[in-house]
């Protein structure tokens, strides 16, 4: 059952289209991911959600109920800020039960919910503590426990583990996931890190210029990206996008001699490539080759930017281990067909029936 719905949302800031026609729903119990770059739209849709923010047009919906004219107070949520919000002359004891007495509620169950919360986010030996005598981690805790204290289904999360370290973003990512999944917490969580999104959400909703480019699951934005947008946003390096040359129904690649595609109609298209989808082959065995440019060592990975003959674009290859290349050293390069995408250049949306028209999945092309 849906928890929250957007319906046709659009909001503008002066001449500004912050958000463009923003539709999507929310089960219960969902953990939703908007993600995207600064200034897509993110945490105006997610202010809008709260009601901090209000639509120009539109209507949000908690469990079938019109929530767009109530007030962030009324609409029964919690969110946590990416600032963490906590009163610096507060402990953390007040702190976490300062929204319960400002909201008027019984007095007698603040002890058993503090105790609760407390144990659940593991505060106990820090309820004395002012917020400047915690770590950034420890306030993230409290940040969410005071959510988390307020018995609301719905949490709104606006980027709050951007100002921690990785290694601690890397704990705080799986202790927010398993306290969502303990509560059965209905969570919105805003994020312009594709591996915080892809790690913990079951949807992710991906924005670009306020508008929805593809609301899907992990595994389907990286495996189907619908746009070069969203196949270049999703995964580490960055899709390779290489742009082809027509010649009637005919598409090729550089100065490859075969074609990679035959496509009828006059539309130009681009081909996408994985760097963990392309191998490194003997350059005197490929049938065109390509020049190393550069190769950046990344631990368990190497990554290799290459220059193919006539292509304006370079190409990055990923390659297990640790691998040593000089500049402009020769390779040959080989993918299946089946890792092959297709983009309409013009638009940037996925070419489906391209894909359709390429050799069997089986076979290799040799660059």
């Known amino acids: 059952m849906s928890y929250v719905s957007l319906h046709h949302i659009h909001k503008t800031w002066g001449n500004k289209i912050a958000l463009d026609d923003i539709s999507f729903d929310v089960e219960e119990g969902e953990f939703i991911a908007l ?20 639509a120009d047009s539109g209507a949000i919906y908690f469990q079938q109920s019109d929530v767009t004219a109530l007030t ?17 002359h507060m402990s953390v004891r007040e702190n976490l039960l300062f929204g319960l007495r400002a909201r008027g509620e019984d007095k007698r169950q603040f002890a058993s919910r503090l ?3 407390s144990r659940l986010m593991e505060l106990e030996p820090l309820l004395d503590r002012l ?24 949490c709104l999360m606006d980027e709050p583990l951007s100002n921690l370290d990785a290694k601690l973003r890397q704990s705080m990512r799986r202790e927010i996931r ?15 890190d594709q591996t915080e999104a892809m790690s913990m959400a079951d949807k992710i909703i991906l924005l670009n210029d306020g508008r929805i480019e593809q ?46 595609v035959e496509m009828p109609g ?12 392309i191998q490194l082959t003997d350059a005197t065995q490929a049938g065109l080759t390509a020049q190393v440019v550069s190769h950046e060592y990344m631990g368990a990975d190497t990554l290799v930017v290459c220059s193919l003959a006539g292509a304006a674009e370079p190409l990055t290859v990923k390659v297990a281990g640790m691998k040593r290349f000089a500049e402009g050293q020769p390779v ?11 983009f309409f250049t013009t638009g940037g949306k996925r070419c489906y029936d391209a894909e359709e028209f390429c050799m069997p999945s089986g076979q290799r092309v040799a660059v």
């Open 115 to 117: 105790a609760d919360v």
């Open 266 to 277: 006059d539309a130009s298209l681009s081909l996408g490539l994985r760097a963990e989808d």
């Open 72 to 88: 962030p107070s009324q609409r029964k949520l919690s969110m946590v800020f990416q600032s963490y919000a906590l009163f610096p």
């Open 332 to 342: 040959g390069l080989q993918w299946l067909t089946s890792a092959q995408y297709f």
């Open 178 to 192: 398993a306290i969502q999944k303990k509560l059965g917490l209905t969570m919105v969580y805003v994020t312009h």
């Open 35 to 54: 993600l995207g770059p600064s200034g897509c739209g993110k945490s105006t849709m997610l202010r809008t959600i709260a009601g901090l923010e209000s």
């Open 131 to 154: 917020p400047s005598q915690l770590s950034g981690g420890q306030q993230q805790r409290v940040a969410l426990g005071r959510a988390v204290i307020a018995n609301n289904r719905l």
């Open 215 to 260: 609301h899907d699951t992990p595994d389907n934005l990286y495996n189907n990206p619908e746009s070069i947008f969203a196949a270049q946003f999703i995964g580490a390096p960055p899709m390779n996008i290489l742009p082809l040359t027509r010649r009637g129904e005919h598409h090729y690649l550089a100065a490859m001699p075969v074609p990679v």
